[in-house]
């Protein structure tokens, strides 16, 4: 295996005899067989006209599938065979449609469209081929990793907005091109540069879609004192990012005297109007991802994954987790998708939760948020003259990821460090280095204005360019703005390539940079768009404050 799609690659290079996120060799080869697979299709797709069912079928097959092999989204072996398997048979059917429309085509195949076999031995071998390292020459190799993983973030946010029947085509379009062009060896670092950038804006559109469904199906986030305490019965935690698992969680679990608490990144789902109507919708247990083991142990009662990011299961508490949607883990029981529109069933987590003890308390209090970007531009006026007045200073956007290395122990620092003039702007589960710090408040104003999760990023943007409106500056750069943001997985870097296409420069990227972004590509990155790294809470401190 050969692996470095994630901020905690080992030694900052790859992982290659197994994942530090506990990612199977097998595994790992496997997801990069289907993604191989994946840019086969798209090589027929990407122009092709086709029958709309199957167009819809290859749409959402891509997408469903590239959001599959999301850093800690599924460990399971055999979800990746059985997918790899589909992937090939709806190759061939794309591949009619193709031939039909090219009848006196002279192009020579890739391998990835024309390469077959159904054994599972075949399937492994294969696999051990065609990973990142088949691209010999660093730089188009960094880039088509970097394309391929802004794909992935972009996927997972479709994927959700497809939940609540929002789509986009031209979005979907895009992933297919783009995948297809992973396989073109005549493509110059330019044209590739090219293609990563229009990426950006294709994951701002992503982002948009997405923010589009949330707030029309679940209203928009409202400023929320969420509680951070336990109650006295049984409860269900419930991870991921899924706002329709969750929805249907709790109409199920109304009256049956099991409580509903999120985690990680399901926080955000209290901000929502209409998920405040349930009674039993408690609170907020825990913390970041990366804490799951202690804090699932803790709680006592069953677990659901809606998303990543799952920790390989601790005895303890592995027969209380359960996985769904694109989450997999060989051993856990699977919520499969309701049949013909159905909601999912969870009767047997509800049931599962009537049989054990409440959860153990780890803290009392709350925690406010829901500064997306309605509520935010609601103030803005009372922001901006909050700025004009030099109450505000600047504000740091400290958004993105959480995660295990030590290191990340700068961003608590570095909020707590920073001026009490200043304010700062996060969205995903990064905020949990921070969040719980009690920063105060700046006329009313609290310092740490929490937008939701990582797809949420998309508000700071909004935040962004009404503050210039209001400001009535040319420029997004010349606002009192800072980013200072921490990264984990592949959403991370479709936030990161949207924020780019918007224009925004001098973004600072943690703990440490992308182990896929070769030297060139690193430089490019730092020469256009001033990209750079993290060093320590004083000197980065007085390089962002200018002092
Ligand atoms: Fe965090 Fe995990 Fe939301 Fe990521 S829970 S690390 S960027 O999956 O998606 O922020
Ligand atoms: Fe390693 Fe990250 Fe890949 Fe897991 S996802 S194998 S930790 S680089």
Redesign the pocket.
């Known amino acids: 295996m050969f692996c470095f799609q994630c901020q905690e690659a080992s030694k900052g290079v790859g992982c290659t005899i197994v994942g530090v996120c506990g990612k199977t060799p097998e595994v790992a080869n496997l997801q990069d067989l289907l993604i191989f697979v994946l840019k086969g299709i798209s090589f027929f797709s990407a122009g092709t006209e086709l029958p709309e069912s199957l167009e819809r079928r290859t749409s959402v097959f891509i997408m469903d599938s590239l959001f599959a092999t999301i850093t ?1 989204a599924n460990f399971d072996r055999d979800v990746f065979v059985a997918k790899i398997r589909e992937a090939l048979t709806l190759r061939d059917e794309v591949r009619e449609h193709w031939e039909h429309q090219h009848p006196a085509s002279q192009t020579i195949l890739p391998d990835a469209a024309v390469w077959h076999d159904n054994d599972e031995e075949a399937l492994d071998a294969k696999a051990k081929e065609v990973g990142v390292l088949a691209t010999a020459d660093a730089d188009i190799r960094s880039l088509r990793e970097l394309l391929t993983y802004g794909l992935k973030g972009m996927a997972a946010y479709q994927y959700h907005a497809y939940q609540l029947n929002y789509t986009n085509r031209e979005v979907e379009q895009f992933m297919q091109r783009a995948l297809a062009a992973t396989l073109d060896d005549t493509l110059t670092v330019d044209q590739m540069v090219a293609l990563v950038m229009e990426t950006g804006k294709f994951g701002v559109d992503a982002m948009a879609l997405l923010d589009q469904a949330n707030t029309g199906v679940y209203g928009h986030p409202e400023v929320t004192k969420v509680n951070i305490g336990v109650r006295n019965r049984p409860g269900i935690l419930v991870s991921g ?1 899924d706002l329709k698992d969750l929805e249907e969680l709790l109409q199920q679990t109304e009256g049956t005297g099991v409580d509903v608490y999120t985690h ?2 399901m926080l955000p789902a209290h901000y929502y109007p209409a998920f405040k109507k349930y009674e039993h919708f408690v609170g907020n247990y825990g913390n970041a ?1 990366w804490k799951q083991a202690s804090e699932f142990e803790s709680f006592n009662g069953p677990i659901l994954m809606t998303t ?2 799952i920790v390989p299961p601790k005895p303890s508490y592995v027969k209380r987790i359960f996985t769904t949607g694109n989450t997999g883990y060989p051993g856990l029981r699977h919520i499969p998708e309701g049949v013909d529109g159905q909601p999912k069933d969870f009767s047997e987590i509800i049931a599962l939760a009537k049989q054990c003890p409440p959860p153990t308390e780890l803290e009392t209090g709350e925690i406010v948020g829901g500064f997306a970007h309605n509520t935010v531009t609601s103030i803005a006026d009372q922001v901006v003259d909050a700025v004009k007045a030099g109450d505000i200073r600047r504000f740091f956007v400290m958004a993105g ?2 995660g295990r290395m030590k290191s990340r122990s700068y961003y608590t620092e570095f909020a707590q460090q920073l001026p009490r003039d200043t304010v700062i702007l996060t969205a ?2 990064a905020k949990y280095k921070y969040n719980k710090l009690d920063l105060g408040e700046i006329g009313g104003i609290p310092r740490v204005l929490d937008a939701g ?2 797809n949420d990023s998309y508000s700071l943007a909004i935040i962004a360019l009404k503050l210039k409106e209001i400001l009535g500056l040319d420029d997004i750069n010349e606002l009192p703005i800072s980013y200072n943001i921490a990264w ?2 592949q ?2 870097i479709i936030v990161l390539l949207a924020l780019l296409y918007l224009g925004v420069k001098n973004i600072h990227l943690g703990p440490t940079l992308p182990a896929f972004l070769s030297p060139n590509v690193a430089n490019v990155l730092v020469e256009q768009f001033g990209i750079g790294g993290i060093t320590n809470v004083e000197d980065d401190m007085k390089m962002f404050l200018g002092a």
């Open positions: 800690n990012h990680s990144e991802w990543n990011c990821c959480d995903g589960c999760q990582c984990y997985e959403k991370a």
